[in-house]
């Protein structure tokens, strides 16, 4: 609890800047994958922040909710969609503490979600799956371990970066359309700038 507590306060004096830390555009690799989405169809965006990830799906015509522990960010969230002309269900929530409701959502973006160790990970990813409907998408962007090497975002901690089998072997019982390990320089805030060890994935629940 104690560790919650303090991730809490330390984000929340992130986010308490005035400009939005990591943007107001899309994940590039998010945003890249716009065809696959259906007009009127359900999302969730997961660990959201400060809302330019669920905003954006909302503008391709999606019915979005999304959730942060962060009070500060699911405010500046509000704000975005506001300015946008858009809306989103925003929820403050924490990952575990939000309802994981079976076979809801036609697509699920897990985008830089890399607070959550191996045994996070471990709880996490079977409640994602179980939130998709079935022919659901799972979209995720995350670091490599590589991404250690360049100091340009993400945690110090190497075991809760993606690899490539570590991913296959989580989401063995899933489709996978496309897992795309490369190198590339970002551009999102001052959260995320630079060269950068990418990981981007879609998969399909069966």
């Known amino acids: 609890m104690a560790e919650q507590e303090n991730a809490l306060v330390r984000w929340e004096a992130r986010f308490s800047v005035g400009e939005y830390l990591f943007g ?8 890249s994958k716009a065809s696959l989405l259906a ?6 965006s997961i660990a959201d922040g400060e809302g330019r990830n669920s905003v954006w799906l909302a503008e391709q015509g999606l019915r979005v909710d999304a959730f942060d522990f962060s009070p500060t960010a699911v405010a500046k969230a509000e704000r975005l969609a506001l300015k946008r002309g858009t809306h989103v269900r925003f929820n403050v929530s924490e990952t575990f503490a939000w309802s994981w409701e079976p076979s809801t959502y036609d697509l699920v973006a897990a985008i830089f979600i890399q607070f959550a160790s191996p ?9 994602i799956k179980q939130t998709l409907k079935p022919g659901g998408l799972l979209i995720l962007q995350g670091y490599r371990t590589e991404q250690l090497l360049n100091g340009t975002g993400g945690p110090p901690e190497a075991d809760h970066l993606y690899t490539e089998p570590m991913i296959r072997e989580a989401l063995a019982d899933m489709d996978i359309i496309e897992l795309r390990c490369y190198d590339e320089h970002v551009d999102e805030g001052k959260g995320h700038a630079g060269m950068s060890a990418l990981m981007g994935l879609v998969a399909r629940k069966r």
């Open 119 to 127: 045994a996070v990970r471990a709880r996490l990813f079977p409640l």
């Open 39 to 44: 007009k009127g169809s359900r999302a969730l």
């Open 24 to 31: 107001e555009k899309p994940n590039a690799y998010l945003a």
